[in-house]
Structures are given as C-alpha cells and as structure tokens.
C-alpha cells in the first residue's frame, strides 16, 4: 500500500542553521507529494506540493523536489528562523480526490 | 482568502455520549473529508465524501462515527457513542475548485472524553 516516512525528530537547530527533513514515499502509480506544517495549537497549512517527478514546490523559503528515482521529497530551507520552529508533516495522494497518507511528522525547534 | 472552519474549537464529554463536530468547507469546493491526530501521533484518515455520499473511509470509521451535510454550507461528523479512545485533534479538510488535489484543513477540534 501507500505509505511515507519521515526522518524521526526532533530536529533542533540554531537560528540560520540549514534544514533538511527528509522524506520517502512507497505509491503506486504517480502520487502528488505534500508538505503540511502545523505551528504549535494549530491546524494542518500547506506549505507546498508538487505533483509530477522533478517538480520543485517552494514556499516562504522552503524548497522540496519531487524526486522519482529516490521516492523521495526531502524539505529544505537555507537559513531557518525561531518563527519555523513546528510540526512539519510529508504527505501523499494517489489519486486527484483520494484521502492524504501523511508521514508520521517532524519536531522542529529553533533556537536564537 | 477563503478558509475551512470548524466549531467547537475544544469539546469535553463523558463515555458514552454523543458528539457532533461541525465543518464549513470553502464555499466552491466538493470534495470533503475528517481526519484525526491522537496526541503526538500522525494525522490519520477517517472519512470522505462526496455527491452526499461517503466515497472512501478507514477501518477507524465503524458504526459509531457518521458524517452529514445538512445543508449547503456545513459537514458534520457525529460520534455517537464517545469512547475514552476518541480523545484526539479532529481535521476537516475541503478540496475542489480549481486546484482539485490540494485539501486544505481547518483548525480543528479537541475533542476529550473522559
């Protein structure tokens, strides 16, 4: 079946640090790939997607590809802010209507 | 920009009662759907609907979970007999319109049951 997994957390870096997160899916067919954030005492936001192979999404500073080869889409941002610190979560769909298979998701803190 | 909601944003119940938790989808999308995240564990699907009717829902969705959509605005998830288990973060999310894979998620619900 569908599944993602996400590198375990958490994650804790300094103010300005580079971030990667990584991600790897298991699909059938050609799944449209997903970064969901939840800041603390939120919802789910969409940070950013892409939905076919060698796709960037982008969004606030954050960069993820969508690599076939790897079945991966790792999460990435150059210089990372107290403010990022949250829940970051990967996800999939197979299927333009079908549910959301998220990842088990990823602490983040920030420090100054 | 418009935005999914959902009320309560907290609920506490006693075993065994009812519960019905409320969702108003972006106003143009079709496609609607609940998910759950128990306390520090993953968001997990539950159900989701479309056409007034349910197109797809997870071995959590038994007899006890129904979900509704009374009127052209609002989606409902009623859990009619609320076990202890049920304690979770409930997310409606919506779909649709031009962006048809995108869901987009309300801020949720708490709901305790003690």
């Known amino acids: 079946g569908n599944s993602v997994t996400q590198m375990e957390g958490p994650v804790t870096l300094s103010e300005e640090a580079f971030l990667t997160i990584n991600c790897t899916y298991t699909?059938?067919?050609?799944?449209?790939l997903f970064w969901y954030v939840q800041y603390p005492g939120e919802g789910l936001q969409l940070l950013l997607k892409a939905t076919k192979a060698d796709d960037k999404g982008s969004n606030k500073g954050f960069e993820a590809t969508y690599r076939k080869e790897t079945t991966s889409f790792h999460l990435e941002k150059g210089s990372v802010q107290v403010s990022d610190s949250a829940v970051y979560f990967c996800a999939l769909i197979s299927g333009g209507y079908n549910k959301l298979i998220f990842g088990a998701g990823t602490r983040l803190a920030v420090h100054p | 920009e418009p935005e999914v909601t959902q009320t309560p944003s907290h609920q506490v119940t006693q075993m065994g009662q009812e519960v019905i938790l409320r969702c108003v989808p972006i106003?143009?999308?079709?496609?609607f759907y609940w998910y759950r995240q128990i306390l520090g564990q993953k968001v997990e699907f539950l159900v989701s609907f479309y056409n007034n009717e349910i197109s797809e829902k997870s071995e959590i969705f038994d007899d006890q979970f129904s979900v509704e959509r009374p009127d052209g605005s609002n989606f409902t998830l009623k859990i009619r007999s609320t076990k202890l288990e049920d304690s979770a973060m409930y997310f409606c999310?919506?779909?649709?319109?031009?962006?048809?894979?995108?869901?987009?998620f309300g801020p949720g619900t708490r709901l305790l049951v003690l």
């Open positions: 699909a059938t067919g050609y799944p449209s």
């Open positions: 106003s143009n999308h079709l496609y």
């Open positions: 999310a919506s779909s649709g319109g031009e962006v048809k894979e995108t869901q987009y």
